[in-house]
C-alpha cells in the first residue's frame, strides 16, 4: 500500500479531540455571558419593584439613576448602593433624566419606558418595561438576539 495518501485513524482522532478540547472552552463562556444577562436584567428588573414598593407602603422616595455600565439607587440624597454591571454590559433606556422614581400609588413619576440591557460582544439583550399608568415592571424571560 506504498503511494497512498491520506491520515490515519489515529490522526484523525487526536485532529478531532483537539477541536473538542478548543469548542469546549468557548461554549460556556457564551453560555454564561447569556446567564449574565439574564441575571443582570432580573436583579435590575427586582431594584426597580423594590423602589415603586417602598414608595407605595412606606412613603419612602427611592429612585434609580442610570449610566452606560451602572445604576444608583438612591433615597432621596442619600446613596443606597451602586451596581455596576460591567464594560461587556450596557444599559439604555428613555426615562426622563435618566431616572425612574414612582409615585404613592406606584406610577412612575418619571413617565414609564423601557430599559434595554445589552451584551456588547454578542449583541443579545433583555428588555425591561415600566408600564406608565400602573408602574408595572415587565420583564420577558428571554434574552433576545440583535436581529430581532
Do not use: W
Not at 490515519?8 to 483537539?18: G, K, R, Y
Not at 460556556?28 to 414608595?55: C, F, G, N, V
Not at 414612582?102 to 425591561?128: D, E, H, M, R
Amino acid at each position: 500500500m506504498k503511494g497512498q495518501k491520506g491520515f490515519t485513524l489515529i490522526e484523525l482522532i487526536v485532529v478531532l479531540a483537539a477541536l473538542a478540547m478548543l469548542l469546549s472552552l468557548g461554549v460556556p463562556r457564551m453560555q454564561k455571558s447569556s446567564s449574565e444577562l439574564l441575571a443582570i436584567s432580573k436583579t435590575l428588573r427586582d431594584e426597580i419593584r423594590y423602589a415603586r414598593t417602598m414608595k407605595m407602603t412606606e412613603g419612602k422616595n427611592y429612585r434609580l439613576v442610570f449610566q452606560e455600565h451602572s445604576y444608583i439607587l438612591s433615597e432621596g440624597p442619600k446613596r443606597i448602593k451602586e451596581v455596576l454591571i460591567g464594560q461587556d454590559f450596557a444599559i439604555n433606556q428613555n426615562f426622563t433624566g435618566n431616572e425612574i422614581y414612582f409615585s404613592f400609588n406606584g406610577a412612575p413619576l418619571s413617565n414609564g419606558g423601557t430599559i434595554t440591557i445589552t451584551n456588547k460582544v454578542s449583541k443579545k439583550y433583555c428588555k425591561i418595561t415600566v408600564v406608565p399608568a400602573t408602574g408595572r415592571i415587565l420583564l420577558i424571560n428571554k434574552i433576545f438576539s440583535g436581529n430581532e
